[in-house]
């Protein structure tokens, strides 16, 4: 579209290749961008400016300025979504369920990943056995650990009661203290096949004569670990990083099936689906959803700049 | 050539209004999806199609309350007449009340005398009659009829205090041979239910129901707290910490295993703890739930109504529908073959439907000690009210939060919701 200036100083011919290109490029693109506005950009945006209306289901609301977010009650007090403390509680219990979920998943995929890399019999089978926990729908295996935790029947509980660390009629669910961690573990074990596929890939893509040469190099396989796979892993680690951890933060359905509203693991995007669906609030559940994106915003952000990912 | 016209346009008025009755109109439905509940709803519509020449087309609803609601409010707020008629959870007359059609004038008076009053003032928002009762629900106590034999009680408790001391009692006995055995389990998940239960607790304490009839917030009096207190020292000693954690199923699914003395569920669990594989069958009976201190027995209202959506062609035979599935008949039909809980309070002495299900006889107390959710008084914003209802109770069992520190958090939480009104 914008041609270079000096473009004018070279032959005719060539500058009219390059506008030919330039046009062919812009008419090629241009389906996938008015797909994109359509399907992404508008719902974004109406969402935007629905977070500053007081519209409900029924009503289309007007403009309310920042109060959704905050503005001072005719008592004097503050009120509104930033000083509820049942948002604040939610957002603590996602950046901490996102920690340790994504720290874990790391780490433990990072370990799949190398055992399956490396020549061992019957690596295929390993490959597709990995799989099954991120194979099987969300909804079904949160279920299924509901059932493993709970106290009466459930296989979880058990172990803990027989190894004294629940009292009968507990369980890892009930406790407030416990019930976001015991989360955590059925993130852990549901995505951990999920990084170490990414993180597979990424270990495939390194040619194996710079191992040859390492090894002759006389390079122990932890030196060999620390200075050639981590480094030339990195970019795939980061990738891998960065869509794990915009997944735990939007996590929904998987807490919602096992505990419901419970305020001890009520997440973000819970909180915005009661705002939105359950109060039929439109306009505090945009509000909600705004904050949400800013927030997520804010870790890729922090992530690309002080790690230096390049998208190229 | 005047008669000619006449009798021209009468004729083709005659043949229109022959071929209107021939095709009938199509209604579109969103019944039940729960159990048999698509199978009955389409038993019902059947006949009622062979009745008028109308065809009836069933939807396929969600099976989840909570995003049955949010399609329907979806639908509606679209103003959309893709649906005619919707079954309507007996919260939600104050939620979608607006886009339903006013069956007032429709309805005759005689018909709906022979419901049960409560339900039909909870279907009345503004003076409007917008659903008519189709079938009923109300809390219930299952008790281990053979366990309460074995520890020399004679009857089933009438007060908290009374059920506390009983399942105490048979829990240290029980738990000498089965050391899972527990004494009361209900709904405690942060949920719908749990504000069912809770408010069951609250009003039979005499603590009100959470909002009043006029949409003052009252949930945050000394009776409430009492009750909550009493219910909160529950879990942990008679009942399971992780009752936090129960819905229906899952207080189900402990007390049907023959692991629990006392359970509070809706009826539908009478059927299943009877069936023929059940550890419970035979050994089981159910009662109205029991009293607080100075207060009498409550059981929150549920159920299911039938509405007309304010947006359909075909108001009229929508409202013929209703009229049809909701009577006498129809009902009886239902509670013979399905056991649903009729809505009809006569249909609870008829001795075809007593001869089927025999326990109706003995929860027709329970279906007039009801007490409604606060819906109709809180319109719009029952959701949130329910919430942070639930959520104080569920605060203060899980020993976060003191009972009165989590009701007047309730109370604050309510009246920042209600705003300038309900």
């Known amino acids: 579209m914008t041609v270079p200036v000096d473009v004018t100083m070279r032959p005719k011919q060539k500058a009219g290749i390059e506008s030919t290109r330039a046009r062919t490029a812009v008419w090629l693109l241009a389906p996938t961008l008015i797909v994109l506005a359509l399907v992404a950009g508008y719902p974004l945006f109406r969402t935007f400016y629905l977070a500053f209306t007081d519209a409900t289901f029924e009503n289309p609301g007007k403009f309310v300025g920042f109060d959704n977010f905050l503005f001072k009650a005719d008592d004097g007090t503050w009120v509104g979504l930033l000083t509820d403390p049942a948002w604040w509680e939610s957002v603590v219990n996602t950046v901490r369920f996102t920690i340790g979920s994504v720290l874990f998943e790391t780490l433990l995929g990072l370990a799949f990943a190398l055992v399956i890399n490396s020549k061992i019999r019957g690596k295929g089978l390993l490959r597709t056995a990995i799989l099954v926990p991120w194979a099987i729908p969300t909804v079904v295996s949160a279920q299924m650990w509901n059932w493993m935790y709970q106290d009466n029947l459930g296989i979880l509980s058990q172990w803990g009661q027989s190894l004294g660390w629940l009292k009968v009629g507990q369980s890892f669910l009930s406790n407030p203290n416990t019930s976001l961690w015991a989360l955590v573990a059925v993130d852990i074990w549901k995505t951990t096949p999920f990084m170490a596929l990414l993180l597979l890939a990424g270990l495939q893509s390194i040619p194996s004569d710079m191992y040859e040469a390492a090894e002759v190099d006389g390079a122990s396989k932890v030196r060999q670990f620390f200075r050639l796979t981590l480094p030339l892993l990195s970019p795939a680690l980061l990738v891998a990083l960065i869509f794990r951890t915009l997944d735990a933060l939007r996590v929904f359905d998987m807490p919602y099936v096992v505990k419901g509203y419970a305020p001890d693991t009520l997440t973000m995007s819970m909180f915005a689906r009661q705002q939105l669906i359950d109060n039929q609030s439109l306009g505090a559940g945009s509000a909600v959803s705004l904050l949400v994106f800013l927030i997520i915003m804010l870790f890729t952000v922090i992530y690309v700049t002080t790690l230096r990912v390049r998208f190229d | ?422």
Not at chain 2, 363 to 390: E, I, Q
């Open chain 2, 1 to 422: 050539m005047n008669k000619t016209l006449t009798l021209l346009t009468l004729t083709a008025s005659l043949v229109a209004a022959g071929n209107a009755h021939a095709a009938g109109v199509t209604l579109t439905f969103a019944c039940d999806s729960v159990g048999q509940g698509f199978d009955q709803c389409k038993k019902g519509t059947d006949a009622w199609s062979a009745k008028t020449g109308n065809t009836v087309k069933l939807l396929q609803v969600p099976k989840d309350t909570g995003d049955r609601l949010a399609l329907y409010q979806q639908q509606l707020g679209a103003k959309a007449s893709d649906v005619d008629v919707y079954m309507v959870d007996v919260v939600w007359p104050g939620l979608i009340g607006n886009s339903l059609l006013d069956l007032t004038s429709a309805v005759p008076k005689a018909v709906l005398d022979t419901h049960f009053q409560p339900i039909v003032k909870n279907n009345t928002i503004g003076g409007k009659l917008i659903a008519v009762p189709w079938f009923t629900d109300g809390g219930v106590l299952y008790y281990r009829s053979d366990l309460l034999k074995k520890y020399g009680f004679a009857a089933a408790p009438k007060t908290w205090s009374e059920l506390q001391m009983m399942a105490q009692k048979i829990q240290d006995g029980e738990r000498k041979t089965d050391p899972k055995f527990t004494g009361y389990v209900f709904q405690g998940k942060n949920y719908e239910g749990l504000t069912c239960d809770a408010l069951e607790w609250v009003n039979s304490y005499g603590g009100g129901t959470i909002v009043d009839s006029t949409g003052k917030v009252t949930i945050n009096n000394p009776k409430a707290v009492a009750a909550v207190k009493m219910l909160s020292s529950f879990v942990g000693t008679i009942s399971p910490e992780a009752v936090t954690t129960y819905d229906e199923e899952g207080a189900r699914n402990v007390f049907q295993a023959g692991s629990a003395a006392f359970m509070r569920n809706w009826p539908y669990a009478y059927s299943l703890g009877n069936s023929e594989k059940s550890p419970v069958k035979g050994k089981f009976d159910v009662a109205a739930l029991p009293a607080g201190d100075g207060g009498s027995s409550s059981a929150t209202l549920g159920g299911w109504q039938l509405a007309a959506n304010k947006y359909s062609k075909h108001p009229k035979e929508a409202t013929d529908l209703i009229l049809y599935l909701t009577g006498n008949a129809e009902q009886k039909r239902r509670a013979v073959e399905a056991s649903y809980n009729p809505t009809i309070p006569a249909l609870y002495k008829d001795a075809d439907v007593l001869k089927a299900v025999p326990f109706f006889g003995s929860l027709y107390d329970v279906f007039t000690g009801s007490v409604a959710r606060p819906a109709t008084a809180t319109k719009t914003k029952y959701n949130a009210v329910s919430l942070a209802f639930s959520t104080a109770v569920y605060n203060s069992m899980t020993k976060k939060q003191t009972p009165e520190v989590a009701l007047a958090a309730a109370q604050a939480s309510i009246t920042r919701a209600k705003g300038r009104g309900f």
